[in-house]
């Protein structure tokens, strides 16, 4: 089982649909969560960061923590082409003096048509 | 303005050769990172220096040397390149090792 499950899709939705985005995790050690947004032939770029459990909300993007199911989600209201991309969840145990890397789902291309 | 800088951003090289990859960040970060992102798209740590330390390395070959000359810039030196390191490599940068800012990636490819 690896670390970090992600359903690496393709998502096709409406333009304007909820997306829900999802990663579950085995390692019961993480306690920082973060989700990153990649465009073809471009960095991560980080849209959410979030601490143990609990949610979180800038702007369209809303990010859920449940650490007792280690289940994490990223939710994108009202979502608009400029949206597509592939999304990565990425967590931390905090260990190591905060210089530990993170763990990376392999990614959920999403895709919003016009 | 960019935070975090990777140079070159292409590289075409042949087997046996030896290449390095600079990075720089203007962000007043402590800690910088190197990540291979494999055809998959799958991206795992390679290593992280906090304030020029090493401390991380993630069963790395020898082949691959970090060097940190000081705290903005952290370099990757790749010996005796192989068909198999052929990746994007990423650096990035955090200011409490959790938030991580990544650069514009190096697109290797060996031949």
């Known amino acids: 089982q690896k670390e970090v499950e992600q359903d690496p899709g393709p998502l096709s939705v409406p333009e304007g649909a909820i997306v829900s985005l999802n990663c579950t995790y085995s390692n019961s050690a993480f306690q920082y969560f973060m989700w990153y947004r990649q465009y073809s032939r471009k960095g991560p770029e980080l849209l959410m960061y979030?601490?143990?459990?609990g949610n979180k909300e800038d702007g369209r993007f809303t990010a859920q923590v449940d650490k007792s199911s280690k289940y994490i989600s990223l939710f994108i209201r009202d979502s608009q082409p400029s949206d597509s991309a592939t999304y990565l969840c990425?967590?931390?145990?905090?260990?190591?003096?905060?210089?530990?890397?993170?763990?990376f789902g392999k990614g959920t291309h999403l895709i919003i048509q016009p | 303005d960019t935070a975090v800088s990777q140079t070159p951003k292409y590289l075409v090289t042949q087997m046996g050769n030896d290449k390095s990859i600079k990075c720089e960040q203007n962000l007043g970060h402590d800690t910088m990172y190197w990540y291979k992102q494999d055809s998959k798209k799958f991206l795992k740590i390679m290593f992280s220096?906090?304030?020029?330390?090493?401390?991380i390395n993630e069963t790395v070959p020898n082949r691959f040397s970090p060097k940190s000359p000081d705290k903005a810039h952290l370099n990757l030196h790749i010996n005796s390149l192989e068909l198999g390191d052929s990746a994007v490599y990423f650096c990035?940068?955090?200011?409490?090792?959790?938030?991580?800012?990544f650069g514009p990636g190096t697109r290797l490819t060996v031949t």
């Open positions: 990425a967590m931390s145990a905090g260990s190591g003096g905060g210089a530990d890397g993170l763990t």
């Open positions: 990035a940068s955090s200011p409490m090792g959790y938030e991580q800012y």
């Open positions: 220096y906090n304030n020029k330390e090493l401390i």
């Open positions: 979030t601490y143990s459990s």
